[in-house]
């Protein structure tokens, strides 16, 4: 199972918004609406950010949000600030009962 | 307090084994789905394993499949995952992680235990 793939980094100043995309196929992506997003600051754990496309948890920022088009997913995060400055990672369910993560992306505050 | 708590990790040789121990609270871990995460050094995540809420179904990432075994005790609330014939790509920080309860998502982490594989 290969990993879905991400851009290494994606940057923007304060205030912005940038989004960051999550490819994968028809096995994963695609075919279930069951994508995640995590943020990762270092040396800590992963947050869980979006859940199934578009769903925030409580206690995650309404900056954060998820949308789905064919076998691309994307996370976007608007009026970005500092704190937001952390790698990020997509995940999806598989047709083969599994879980597969993208590639991560590093998001520079500018 | 929502958590979980891994354990076990350490240095073993190539070829050697380790067992991992994740212990959880906070909430009703006999109805969540759990599975098992790495990381290796300056590297992505990876997921490895998942076990259903009674133990009745495992699922495994081609990698590790006939090395790892994942498994559970409800009556301890604890999970764990042992891992034979390890190899220097096993190298990792391997987190505990609950599956499920917000959709397909891993949403209580722990903050992982490092298992190094080197002569």
């Known amino acids: 199972q290969s990993a879905l793939t991400q851009p290494a980094s994606v940057s923007g100043s304060p205030g912005q918004s940038i989004t960051i995309s999550c490819t994968g196929t028809s096995s994963d992506v695609a075919d279930y609406n069951y994508v995640s997003w995590y943020q990762q600051h270092p040396g800590e754990a992963p947050k869980l950010m979006i859940y199934?496309?578009?769903n925030r948890p409580s206690g995650v920022s309404d900056r954060f949000s998820g949308s789905k088009s064919g076998n691309t997913a994307s996370l976007t995060i608007s009026g970005l600030q500092a704190e937001d400055e952390a790698d990020y990672y997509c995940?999806?369910?598989?047709?083969?009962?599994?879980?597969?993560f993208g590639t991560g992306t590093k998001v520079t505050v500018l | 307090e929502v958590q979980v708590v891994e354990s076990g990790g350490g240095l073993v040789q190539p070829g050697g084994s380790l067992r991992l121990s994740c212990a959880a609270s906070g909430f009703t871990f006999s109805t969540s789905w759990m599975s098992w995460v790495r990381q290796a050094p300056g590297k992505g995540l990876e997921w490895v394993a998942n076990i259903k809420y009674d133990g009745s179904e495992k699922h495994y990432v081609d990698s590790v499949k006939g090395r790892f075994t994942i498994s559970r005790d409800n009556a301890q609330n604890s999970l764990y995952v042992q891992m034979n014939s390890l190899r220097d790509e096993d190298t990792a920080l391997y987190y505990c992680a609950r599956d499920g309860a917000r959709g397909f998502a891993f949403d209580i982490w722990g903050q992982g235990t490092m298992v190094t594989v080197s002569s």
């Open positions: 199934d496309v578009t």
């Open positions: 995940t999806s369910y598989t047709s083969r009962s599994t879980y597969v």
